[in-house]
């Protein structure tokens, strides 16, 4: 069975710093997708950013990029100058095994300001 | 994200009754995937479907559940005579194709009481 870790159940950081939230994940698969959404408290569910294990340069989109270590199974989620808006959780999500997405159990992230 | 389309947002049951949950996925889009996620944690993946077929339900009950997604119309989650386990927001999200970032609906949070 497919097992992703995310250490993190909490996580605060201050506003307009950077803060990063920990992924790594357990497949035998050489080609797979990494995915992160974030799920505000109003519940939908929101695509951020992909990484594809074969793609040699990290993934940036925006403010958020992935620190992608395929050696050691790890896909760290990057968010720079944070914002309040960014209080969510935050869903590590590989897509290996076939077709179909698995998600961690998440990292809730509190901005203060 | 706004492109795929669930009803009810809220559906609340009696114990016994059934309940339909309906998604319209993002136009042009002919993968559709089932999800459930219980307060406070991740998303369990549940089915995932193409038009008239099935692909993978290795994440559905063996009993009481079932999901179509016919060649016109919603994808449909079927819960029958449903049970106080049954509460959970249920995400449907909609791709392309397989291995490409999926979009969400906004869920359909079901009650049962």
């Known amino acids: 069975a497919q097992k992703i870790t995310q250490t993190q159940p909490g996580m605060f950081v201050q506003e307009k710093e950077a803060v990063t939230l920990d992924c790594t994940y357990d497949t035998s698969d050489q080609s797979y997708g990494l995915f992160w959404y974030k799920q505000p408290s109003s519940g939908e569910m929101i695509f951020l950013i992909y990484q594809g294990s074969y793609d040699e340069q990290n993934a940036t989109e925006g403010r958020y990029s992935l620190n992608f270590q395929k050696a050691r199974k790890s896909a760290n989620l990057v968010i720079s100058a944070s914002q309040l808006g960014d209080s969510a959780m935050y869903f590590c999500?590989?897509?290996?095994?076939?077709?179909?997405?698995?998600f961690g159990a998440g990292t809730r992230l509190f901005v203060k300001a | 994200n706004a492109g795929v389309m669930q009803n009810p947002r809220h559906l609340v049951r009696r114990r016994g009754q059934e309940a339909r949950l309906r998604c319209s996925p993002v136009k042009g889009h002919s993968h559709v995937y089932w999800y459930r996620q219980l307060p406070e944690e991740g998303l369990k993946f549940m089915v995932y479907?193409?038009?008239?077929?099935?692909?993978?339900e290795s994440g559905m009950p063996k009993e009481r559940f079932s999901a179509e997604f016919p060649k016109e119309g919603p994808s449909i989650l079927r819960i029958q005579q449903v049970v106080r386990g049954d509460s959970a927001a249920y995400f449907c999200?909609?791709?392309?194709?397989?291995?490409?970032?999926?979009?969400f609906g906004q869920g359909t949070r079901l009650t049962v009481v």
């Open positions: 999200a909609s791709s392309r194709r397989g291995r490409t970032e999926a979009f």
């Open positions: 999500a590989p897509n290996t095994g076939g077709f179909k997405t698995i």
């Open positions: 479907l193409q038009k008239e077929n099935i692909i993978d």
